[in-house]
């Protein structure tokens, strides 16, 4: 492979590592604020966007970031675990946030599905519980 640092091509490895720990700590922190608050504001705004019932789907979204963070974290079931974030992602970006610009509206959405489908055809790199012994 031609590149400009061979020698960062030593380190490849770890790369998904830093989009798995990034990644865990976004879903983490949102996850964990659905968490803690009241999911009746969010069942509420979810079955205005007609995912109902709310309550069902905020109780979803609310594990899925949780759960879905932590496994990140650790590396654990990743591909699945990617898949299932990527999937929520296509929601958010084709359904919640229809209509709005790039810019200042799914851009970051956007990069977050990005990083997952990256995760999920790289594999967990180092330091995951997905690796064989």
């Known amino acids: ?3 400009i640092l061979p020698q960062l ?3 490849q490895f770890y790369v998904p590592l830093l989009l798995r720990l990034a990644l865990g700590a976004i879903f983490l922190a949102h996850g964990w604020q659905k968490l803690r608050s009241d999911k009746i ?3 509420g705004w979810l079955e205005s966007m007609k995912f109902k019932p709310g309550e069902f789907w905020a109780w979803v979204v609310t594990l899925v970031e949780c759960l879905g963070g932590i496994a990140l974290v650790v590396g654990l079931f990743m591909q699945l675990t990617a898949l299932i974030l990527a999937i929520q992602f296509i929601v958010i970006i084709l359904y919640i946030k229809r209509g709005q610009k790039f810019i200042g509206g799914w851009e970051f959405d956007f990069l977050i599905f990005t ?3 990256a995760l999920l055809v790289l594999g967990p790199g ?4 997905d690796l064989p012994l």
């Open 1 to 3: 492979m031609l590149s």
């Open 9 to 11: 091509l030593d380190f």
């Open 41 to 43: 504001q969010l069942a």
């Open 115 to 117: 990083a997952l489908i």
């Open 126 to 129: 180092a330091w995951a519980f």
